[in-house]
């Protein structure tokens, strides 16, 4: 199959943490032209913090999206001249006050939806962290703490508590790769 060809693109605007364009494209198999709407954002990390005694490191917020308190794994945008892993570590920090002496591990990068969204999402694994700092919120950040055996994650998944499709796809990189770290 081959990539659809790019006519031109329409005004961009500016929504916060993305921006709107509009993108002329035509179809490869039938040259119908067709107008699309591309989100563009910056990347973003996500990471499993998980303490010494097996405790994974959650955070309970609300979304204004949904309208509902949810509850996650640390995470956020990549501020421009950061790597994925320094804002994957900041993330933490700023959201729980954990950090580690450990070198987080990248589990996997994702595209959150392709159908629209043009950024990627790094999702990282961080053991031994500590209770280190006081939490730094932004300025319309609210995040409770909440620490749960591994052992809990599979239920909280399945019976829908923890159900943010990126933070999904965190726990999935996880569990595909679990063996590795049984004893990490």
Same mark, same amino acid.
């Given at each position: 199959?081959d990539n ?8 961009s605007?500016?929504?916060?943490i993305?921006?709107a364009?509009?993108v002329?494209?035509? $179809? ?16 973003w %990390?996500?990471?499993?913090? &998980? ?8 955070? =309970? ?12 794994? /640390? ?7 950061e790597? /994925?892993? =320094? ?25 959150? $939806? ?20 006081e =939490? ?13 055996? %591994? ?6 998944i ?6 943010h499709? &990126?933070?999904?796809n ?9 063996k ?5």
């Amino acid at each position: 199959m081959d990539n659809w060809k790019t006519l031109g693109f329409g005004k961009s605007i500016d929504l916060k943490i993305f921006s709107a364009k509009w993108v002329l494209r035509e $179809n490869p198999r039938n040259r119908r032209k067709s107008e699309f709407i591309v989100l563009e954002s910056k990347d973003w %990390v996500n990471i499993i913090p &998980i303490t010494k005694d097996k405790k994974i490191v959650l955070v =309970q917020q609300y979304r204004h999206g949904i309208d509902e308190v949810t509850l996650e794994i /640390p995470g956020g945008l990549i501020d421009d001249g950061e790597t /994925p892993l =320094q804002a994957a570590k900041r993330e933490c920090i700023e959201e729980t006050g954990f950090y580690s002496d450990s070198e987080p591990i990248l589990l996997g990068i994702t595209r959150p $939806n392709p159908a629209f969204l043009n950024n990627k999402c790094y999702s990282f694994l961080w053991f031994d962290v500590e209770k280190k700092y006081e =939490q730094k919120f932004d300025t319309n950040e609210d995040v409770e703490i909440i620490l749960k055996d %591994v052992s809990e994650i599979e239920n909280l998944i399945k019976s829908g508590v923890i159900n943010h499709s &990126i933070v999904l796809n965190a726990f999935l990189f996880y569990y595909l790769n679990e063996k590795k770290w049984d004893n990490g």
